[in-house]
Structures are given as structure tokens and as C-alpha cells.
């Protein structure tokens, strides 16, 4: 299904544009290898494009690109205005970015710069010396008072990396630690230096004026710190403190998000930007998100993406029935007034969401598509995971060598370091590594999946044979179908755009059910998000008003709202206002 005005809409720029666009994004080492080194590739992802532009998207994402040594896969970048050779070339990336505009839709860049690579060229002058003119580009400390350099309790602060131990580095030539709240071979940058953030915005006005179309900002509420770096509170039975209250969130952040809409994004139309923010409240997204303050179009909030965590991320504990939904509920409401959700499951940084929160075995295909249809049709704007159009699962990973990502590696050390059975420590992993998001696309039945004629970098999901595009392309029952249909509502509904979100009581919580209303149209979704069936009751007012409508779109049987609920069946009704504003607007009405 076509939408169009789609290219027509791309020519205008409206300025909130992007309140009706879908965004896909390219995980590039894993999406398609073009040159048969098992890594994916700038001209694999060319060759790809058929399939977004027969999806529907309307921006696709690139997860960083830049020059990097990867010990962070791409998000440790030693030189921003370079291509790395794993992925191809600055003239590969122009023509990806000239034919990704020749299809009427945008590119996004990921911006990484709350931290660079050790081996940046900023971070190799700041390391020299002390005296050094960019020495004070990052965050640099002498040792805890009463200990010797080097000496175990001599960091600076007690707080403890996102990727396990202490956030701080000691540097034997300068004698001093140097801050990494991720990997340490990611020192952060000092975005209280204005030669560190006149830096920042000089690289991003240069990939603007190259033609792209805007940014994903990568953990940028973190990039003001408190200037004391004091310590966190310490946990019981935890050997680090917790220093994210003064990471996330810091006292000059959105002094610095205003500064960098000035210098960076005025005067310049139809770019969307985003912030990934981790931690951030409900008043903070307004904050971010309010366009009268001018920061960003809108930001990830992690809250829905940590609800399983248990007593850490790899320890999960299974979900209440209604309880993801409720989380994204509160959040509609949060930004109904002012500021735009982001509307996504799934990322590089997630496990697949159909293993996570549906059901990935019996119920695959249903639980695949309820999922998408329960967040698509929300007021945000909605992301789309590489895969997560054809449904694809987690790996079936068993031991530690299956894994590749840093944050597993290190918890697992951490874990199995402090008296956890190796056996036990990879149970976690098997069900939250970031590495379940970092399989191969699933292309076709052949070896390795239609991805590289080569050894993949990272072993291709065996459900393949059954789960890959080619099987999934013009079958209506498919998930990459029902997608391709979800996606064509966003753009043919201005209420799904533009409508408010309603939630409705449908008797159940694992029932999800919701109106959008603008002016007179409607549409109502509802979706059981269990394996069990349910019959939905509703107040009464909502029941007269959609009494005997037919879905416009279905996951199962396609009955009247009232009609039980199979297992993951998804039903979507629109009302006869807001069919007609559609066929107006598809005859230019």
C-alpha cells in the first residue's frame, strides 16, 4: 500500500513532518554485506533499499559509521568526519545518502558525543600532558586524597560504568584518571569547555550542509556533569556507587541543548532530531521536548525498556499482564500537552521484542504484530529495528563465545568473578545481551541468510530458514506485510498523526485498548497482549459508539470490537469521518 503524498509531503517540509513519519533503524555491521567480509556495509545497505521503500519507512537511522576501533561496535569514535573502512567510504556514503533522497525519504546520523574514542586525535593530545591545551577536553583527576596513583581506591569517585567497574582509567604518563562512564577506551568529553562544544557543533554543521537530515543524539542527557564529581550512593553488597544523578540530567544540560539548536539547527528546515536520554523523568522530556524552548524534536525514555529488569538488567523478572502498556500510557499522558513521545521496542540496545515481551513460540506471528500495532498507533512517533518487520527473534546463544558486545563480556566477568556459576552467569545474557538485537538481517532461506557470502561476525539466528523476507514479501499473512499496512495507516489517518490519545477500560488489563480523536474522526485500537483469550468489556458510551464496526485492520478473524479476543489478536476501527478524511486526502481533497 502507497502512500501518495509521501514525496509530495517531503518537497513541502512541514514543520512537524515528522509527527506522521516512520523511522527505521540500520544497525550497518549487521544489515548486508556487500564485499563478503562478514561485516555489513555502506553499499550492502544501498542494495537494501528496495526493501525500506517497499516497507513504507520514511527516515532510516544509521547507528554510527564514523572511524572507530569498535570497542564499543561503532559508538567509540575516533574521527567524526570519516567513514570506517569496515563500512565503506565517504563517496559510498554520498551516494547511499543521493539515493535514499532519490526515494523520498531522510537520513539520520547517530551522534556520539558525550564520550569519544581513546584513539581520537582530541583524546591522543589531552593524554600527553598535563599542560596540554586540550588536557582540559576531558574530564581528568588526581587521586583520592591519602591514596598513591594506580592504587586500588584511588579513583577519584566511587561510581561504577555502565559496562561494569569503575568509571575511571589511570593513566601512568600524566599520573592521573580520566572519566569513562562507558567502556574505558570511551573517555568523556568536558562539555564545560567551550572549545570542546564549538568543536562538537563546527562537526555537525558539516555533516548538515553534507545532505543529512538530522540526528540521533546518543545518551546526550549525560553530557553535563556536576563540576564536583561527587560520590554516589553505595549499594548494599556493592562494591561501586551509583553517580548517575550526576550524570543524567546535569545542572547545564539544557543550557547546552538550547546552544546547539542556535549554533547547529536554526534557520535550517526539515531535519528531525532526537535525544536518547536514559533516566529521564516525565518533567525532563517536557522539558526536552517543549518546541518553544527549541532543544530537541523529541527523546527515548527508558522507563518501559527497564520494567523487567530484576535485580539488574540480566537478572529480568517476568511482566504483570497490562503492566508494559501501562507504562507507555503514562507517558502519553506526560507529553499530551506539549512535547512528542518516541515510540519504539525494540533498538541496537534491546533484546528483540517479540521474544521479550510476546511470545515467540507458539504465538510468533500474532504476538509479532499485536506488539507493533499496540505502539504504532500511540502519539509519537514510531521507530522500526532492523528485523523487527519479519518478526525476528532472539538467538538461541548457550555459551559465553556466542557473544560479542562489551557489556556482556564484562558483566559476565564481573558476575562469574564474584562466585556466580559460569552456567548461570550466561543465563541472563540468553535473554537481555544487546547482541539478540545484532544478528543478521534475515533475507532469505540460504546460508547465512542472504546477509554475506563470507563468516559473519556474528552468527546468523538458525530460524532463518523459516523467518527471512523472501518467505515474508506478498504473503498478506506475513508480519513484513501486516507492517507494510500498519505503516500505510500512519500516513493515510491524520488521526493516527495528529489525533489525542484516549485510553479506554477494557475489562482486562491484558486487553490494551485506546481511541485517537481529531475533530470528528476516530480510531480505536485493541489489543490482547496475552497468550490466553479475553472478551473485552467496555463502559457503555464506547460500545454504542463502535457498535458493529469492522476492523481496517486485523491480526486475526476481524470482528466487531466487542467479539473475545484470541491469543495476541490485534483490531484497529476507524470511523466513517476519519475514512473519509483519508480518501480526501489520498484524491488531494
Do not use: C
Request: avoid cysteine; charge should be negative.
Amino acid at each position: 500500500m502507497s502512500d501518495p503524498d509521501r514525496t509530495a509531503a517531503t518537497e513541502t517540509i512541514a514543520p512537524d513532518w515528522w509527527k506522521s513519519a516512520v523511522v527505521y533503524q540500520v544497525y550497518p555491521r549487521s544489515f548486508q554485506d556487500s564485499d563478503g567480509d562478514g561485516a555489513g556495509d555502506l553499499r550492502g545497505i544501498l542494495s537494501r533499499l528496495d526493501h525500506l521503500e517497499r516497507l513504507g519507512v520514511d527516515v532510516v537511522w544509521l547507528s554510527p559509521i564514523y572511524r572507530s576501533p569498535h570497542a564499543d561496535n561503532g559508538y567509540d569514535i575516533s574521527d567524526y568526519r570519516d567513514i570506517d573502512p569496515v563500512f565503506g567510504t565517504l563517496d559510498d556514503f554520498d551516494a547511499l545518502l543521493a539515493a535514499v533522497h532519490d526515494r523520498g525519504m531522510k537520513l539520520v546520523m547517530d551522534l556520539v558525543v558525550n564520550h569519544t574514542s581513546d584513539e581520537h586525535p582530541w583524546f591522543v593530545e589531552s593524554r600527553s600532558s598535563r599542560d596540554n591545551p586540550k588536557r582540559d577536553w576531558y574530564w581528568w583527576r588526581q587521586p583520592r586524597e591519602g591514596f598513591a596513583p594506580g592504587q586500588p581506591g584511588a579513583e577519584p569517585n566511587n561510581w561504577e560504568s555502565f559496562f561494569s567497574g569503575s568509571t575511571w582509567a589511570f593513566d601512568e604518563n600524566t599520573g592521573e584518571y580520566y572519566l569513562h562512564l562507558f567502556d574505558r577506551k570511551q573517555p568523556d568529553l568536558n562539555w564545560e569547555n567551550p572549545e570542546v562544544r564549538a568543536a562538537v557543533y563546527d562537526m555537525m554543521r558539516w555533516w548538515l550542509d553534507r545532505g543529512v537530515d538530522g540526528f540521533r543524539m546518543d545518551v546526550i542527557n549525560l553530557i553535563s556533569k556536576h563540576p564536583a564529581l561527587p560520590d554516589g550512593p553505595v549499594r548494599d553488597g556493592h562494591p561501586y556507587g551509583d553517580g548517575f544523578a550526576f550524570t543524567a540530567g546535569g545542572p547545564r544540560l539544557h543550557e547546552f541543548m538550547q546552544e546547539m539548536h542556535r549554533e547547529v539547527f536554526d534557520g535550517r528546515e526539515g531535519l528531525i532530531t532526537v535525544g536518547e536520554t536514559p533516566g529521564v523523568t516525565m518533567e525532563e522530556a517536557r522539558l526536552f521536548t517543549d518546541p518553544a524552548r527549541r532543544e530537541v524534536d523529541m527523546v527515548f525514555q527508558f522507563e518501559h525498556v527497564g520494567l523487567d529488569h530484576g535485580v539488574s538488567k540480566f537478572r529480568p523478572r517476568p511482566l504483570a499482564p497490562g503492566e508494559l502498556a501501562a507504562s507507555l500510557a503514562r507517558w502519553q499522558v506526560a507529553l499530551a500537552e506539549s512535547g512528542w513521545n518516541s515510540l519504539y521496542l525494540s533498538n541496537h540496545d534491546q533484546a528483540r521484542s517479540v521474544s521479550r515481551f510476546g511470545d515467540d513460540g507458539e504465538y510468533w506471528r500474532e504476538s509479532a504484530t499485536a506488539l507493533a500495532t499496540m505502539l504504532h498507533l500511540q502519539r509519537g512517533t514510531p521507530y522500526v529495528y532492523q528485523g523487527e518487520e519479519l518478526g525476528m527473534t532472539n538467538a538461541p546463544f548457550s555459551a559465553i563465545s556466542d557473544y560479542r558486545d562489551v557489556e556482556s563480556l564484562n558483566y559476565y566477568a564481573q558476575d562469574v568473578a564474584g562466585g556466580t556459576p559460569p552456567a548461570e552467569a550466561v543465563i541472563g545474557l540468553g535473554a537481555m545481551s544487546r547482541d539478540h538485537a545484532r544478528t543478521p538481517v534475515q533475507w532469505d532461506a540460504s546460508p547465512n541468510a542472504g546477509f554475506t557470502t563470507g563468516e559473519p561476525w556474528i552468527a546468523v539466528n538458525p530460524n532463518h530458514d523459516r523467518i527471512n523476507a523472501e518467505a515474508q514479501y506478498g504473503d498478506p499473512e506475513s508480519v513484513f506485510e501486516y507492517y507494510r499496512r500498519l505503516i500505510a495507516l500512519r500516513h493515510e489517518l491524520p488521526v493516527v498523526a495528529h489525533g489525542t490519545f484516549e485510553q479506554a477500560d477494557a475489562g482486562h488489563p491484558a486487553i490494551v485498548a485506546f481511541e485517537r480523536v481529531l475533530g470528528d474522526e476516530r480510531l480505536l485500537v485493541v489489543t490482547n497482549l496475552s497468550s490466553v483469550e479475553h472478551g473485552p468489556v467496555f463502559p457503555v458510551e464506547l460500545a454504542v459508539r463502535w457498535t458493529g464496526a469492522q476492523p481496517v485492520l486485523t491480526n486475526g478473524p476481524g470482528r466487531e470490537p466487542t467479539a473475545t479476543l484470541a491469543p495476541w489478536e490485534a483490531r484497529v476501527y476507524a470511523s466513517t469521518e476519519a475514512v473519509a478524511a483519508s480518501t480526501a486526502r489520498s484524491l488531494g481533497g
